[in-house]
């Protein structure tokens, strides 16, 4: 792993393992290959250097506004609700990307506790769709502070609305990681 000096390191080695994760489910393999290895890297290498970017937040409207309606947590489709991913309590906005679809146990046992906790908590990983969700904005609030480059010794006092100590560097294994919740079209009758 290499040294995570800052909150862009941290947030890209985790969006680029994210990355490697994603390529490989839809490639509907359950080994890493190289060329998932590669992405991983080469990823990490651009959003360090800036020669790369997160993709646009536009890919992740697109599936909630496409997919089938159901909790982004657990894949109930009744009692559904909105969360925010980070909770307004913490700092989080009523801005669409900090919008998830959420059943009502969920939402409630969430409360304003960051996503990432909540989930570890009951021994669960998020989809990757929704960590891709979490890490956009992670690094969109942090942007928007200049705080990207900041030391990590520096950031660790403030009051983030997302956990970046709980960034995930080491995901599941391949067969128990989920691309998203519910399929992106209803399945045919």
């Known amino acids: 792993m290499p040294e995570l000096l800052t909150p862009r390191h941290r947030i890209a080695w985790s969006y680029a393992n994210l990355a490697r994760a994603h ?11 190289t060329k998932h290895h590669m992405i991983r890297s080469r990823l990490f290498k651009g959003l360090c250097e800036g020669s790369l970017s997160m993709r646009s937040i536009y890919d992740d409207e697109r599936e909630k506004l496409v997919g089938l309606r159901c909790c982004e947590y657990c894949a109930k489709t009744t009692a559904l609700t909105i969360d925010h991913l980070f909770s307004r309590k913490r700092g989080g906005t009523d801005s669409p990307q900090n919008l998830v679809v959420a059943c009502a146990p969920c ?10 906790a ?10 990757v769709l929704l960590l891709r969700r ?23 006092h403030l009051q983030l609305p997302f956990a970046l100590d709980l960034l995930p ?21």
């Open 23 to 33: 390529a490989a489910l839809t490639d509907g393999v359950v080994r890493y290959a």
């Open 107 to 116: 939402n409630s046992s969430k409360g304003d506790r960051d996503m990432l």
């Open 118 to 127: 909540w989930l570890s908590s009951s021994g669960r990983f998020p989809t």
């Open 134 to 156: 979490y890490l956009k904005n992670a690094a969109a609030y942090l942007d928007e502070r200049e705080l990207l480059d900041v030391a990590m010794a520096e950031i660790e």
């Open 169 to 189: 560097f080491d995901f599941p294994p391949l067969e128990s990681l989920k691309l998203r919740m519910a399929p992106l079209e209803p399945p045919a009758i």
